[in-house]
């Protein structure tokens, strides 16, 4: 091998970066919530060669692949901690702060908010949307709104707490039914 070559080789080593999840890690992409890294693959991609998480979306039943130098960007970020848990409970129980704005406009506040991905912001659209039984009902949208934010918070509480999905849902329920 030539010393440019073996230059060229060192490079594309140092260049490399370094791996933040492992094989079986739960994970949360921001817009589709939480998956597990399935594998770590290489594929030749436009003339370029990529390093691709594979995340399964078991709900989904649907794979992505991440490309490890853009998982950051992506908003690829392991599970929350206990901490912030805590917190997204907390304000589950915390007093409705729905405005009296267009639906339309709260509905795009809403909807950012589910995709960021943060289970705080994720907990306030679930706290806003809730409704009580001697509420008046939702619309259409609302619910579908509210199903998927409580659909992602459960599911990334289930994975913290290794719990399944159906219990998440029945301990959430219960915080809000207590409110």
Do not use: C
């Not at 739960?26 to 399935?38: A, E, I, L, R, S």
């Not at 259409?140 to 509210?146: I, V």
């Not at 998927?148 to 301990?171: G, M, N, S, Y």
Request: hydrophobic share 35%; glycine share 4%.
């Amino acid at each position: 091998m030539s010393p440019a070559a073996k230059t060229t080789a060192k490079t594309k080593e140092k260049a490399k970066p370094s791996l933040e999840f492992d094989k079986g890690d739960y994970v949360v992409y921001p817009t589709h919530g939480v998956g597990k890294v399935t594998g770590i693959e290489t594929q030749e991609i436009a003339g370029q060669e990529l390093t691709l998480f594979v995340i399964q979306f078991e709900k989904e039943r649907m794979t992505l692949r991440v490309p490890i130098s853009k998982a950051k960007a992506s908003g690829l970020r392991r599970l929350s901690n206990r901490k912030v848990i805590d917190s997204a409970l907390k304000t589950l129980k915390g007093k409705s702060r729905a405005k009296r704005t267009m639906w339309s406009r709260r509905a795009q506040e809403y909807e950012a908010k589910i995709n960021s991905g943060d289970p705080v912001s994720i907990a306030e659209v679930v706290r806003d949307l809730h409704r009580n039984a001697d509420q008046p009902d939702q619309s259409y949208s609302e619910r579908q709104m509210y199903q998927a934010a409580l659909d992602r918070l459960a599911r990334e509480l289930a994975a913290v707490e290794t719990i399944d999905h159906d219990a998440a849902v029945e301990k959430l329920e219960k915080l809000l039914q207590s409110t």
